[in-house]
């Protein structure tokens, strides 16, 4: 279907193979970009500068504990490893030692699902305390401000997964079902410890549980916290894609009179969205100002083939608004793609928090979901862009903020 805006199509060409261009700058300017670190800053305030000619823009900051999110890791790993030393003296000694194997167990999954499956802030008092920011720039509208359309990327890069530059996709999933098929071994021993008087089958468990001694030791390793990634795909593209919206409306002279655009780019997406988290709860008003407001994230624009809007989000645990999803579905359509909604399956994006504020949220993807080669890998550079699909999601982004101020969701 043609766009029914008429979008200048050469200047969103040119606005790709510039972000192509500012990826490749601040990638090798600013290196990799851990939450609250050099890079990270120093890449924020370069882009501010940059979108200062296109709106009312600004930095806010929050603090932070990056290295508490992906400690889940290895932390399940020493967990693991400890249910299982309490686990043979149970079985050889005393079983009331089962107990401390349930203690492993419980902080194992504590952390598992605090952190990674519902992103709460359970480890991060442990962790040391940094500062990141959020990088907000907004484009008034010219009268009464009745709808608000916030386009965002984030602009810190992950640890290196190890496994998934090792051995790819199918590796690393296979060594996160070898700790968990260690952790439902573990389960099924301490209940055995605590309930069977049958010594021999209690010392037959112990023995089968060196097998999986080698799972919680490749957990250990999972991320290389002293190697972050360059982040040009996950999340440069993303962040381009919300520049280019406002740079478009510049060069175009181009101000709404009732709606409001705003671009949001974030910190501390890697470590459990909290830059997004942060950003909501220090605007409550997005909320309750009467004000119609939509979230659209875009992560990781690169590979069109696997292009999807995310209605499940934060592994199905969070769900995005179904209207905002099927708003940028057509938009989608209007620009040539058939974009299928789906549920992300691990992991999740920017506009789950948008949700859990009460925004109504989409989130926009284009990578393999198994996940790719790159993700989260060295291999994540400018070399390995795709430009033309960063085309097509600075149009998506233009039909949406066009669409929304024509006629809201």
């Known amino acids: ?142 009268g009464e401000t009745k709808r608000r359309i916030i386009i965002s990327g984030h602009t810190d890069s992950a640890p290196e997964w190890t496994y998934t530059y090792e051995l790819g996709s199918k590796g690393v999933l296979t060594v996160a079902g070898y700790g968990i098929a260690g952790l439902a071994y573990t389960v099924v021993q301490t209940i055995v410890n605590l309930v069977s008087r049958n010594k021999a089958l209690k010392r037959k468990l112990m023995l089968g549980q060196t097998l999986f001694l080698p799972a919680y030791g490749l957990l250990l390793r999972f991320t290389d916290s002293k190697n972050y990634v360059p982040g040009a795909s996950d999340d440069l593209s993303g962040v381009m894609v919300a520049a280019s919206v406002m740079q478009y409306l510049q060069a175009h002279e181009i101000t709404f009179e009732n709606t409001e655009v705003i671009a949001l780019l974030t910190g501390g997406e890697e470590c459990g969205l909290r830059g997004a988290k942060a950003f909501f709860k220090a605007h409550p008003e997005m909320k309750d100002d009467g004000v119609e407001t939509v979230f659209l994230g875009f992560d990781t624009i690169r590979d069109e083939a696997y292009m999807t809007i995310y209605e499940g989000d934060m592994s199905g645990v969070v769900k995005n608004d179904r209207g905002a999803c099927e708003f940028l579905q057509r938009c989608a359509s209007d620009c040539g793609c058939d974009v299928p909604i789906g549920t992300i399956p691990l992991g999740s994006t920017d506009a789950a928090a948008a949700s859990q504020a009460g925004i109504r949220a989409a989130s926009f993807v284009a990578m393999d979901p198994a996940p790719a080669r790159y993700y989260h890998t060295r291999l994540d550079t400018p070399e390995n862009l795709i430009p033309e699909t960063i085309a097509k999601g600075i149009e998506i982004a233009l039909t949406a903020v066009f669409d929304y101020d024509a006629k809201g969701i």
């Open 1 to 142: 279907m043609e766009n029914r805006y008429h979008l200048d199509k050469a200047c969103i060409a040119a606005l790709a193979s510039e972000a192509e261009r500012e990826i490749t700058k601040i990638c090798h300017t600013f290196g990799p970009r851990p939450c609250g670190e050099a890079g990270e800053t120093d890449a924020q305030k370069y882009l501010l500068d940059k979108l200062a000619a296109y709106g009312e823009a600004r930095r806010e900051t929050f603090t932070v504990h990056p290295d508490a999110f992906m400690s889940f890791v290895p932390l399940a790993g020493v967990s693991l490893m400890a249910a299982g030393a309490c686990n043979a003296i149970a079985a050889l000694k005393n079983k009331k030692f089962a107990l401390g194997a349930i203690a492993g167990m419980g902080t194992a999954v504590a952390g598992i699902v605090g952190e990674f499956g519902l992103y709460k802030e359970m480890l991060d008092p442990c962790f040391k305390e940094k500062t990141s920011g959020n990088v907000i720039c907004v484009r008034p509208a010219a």
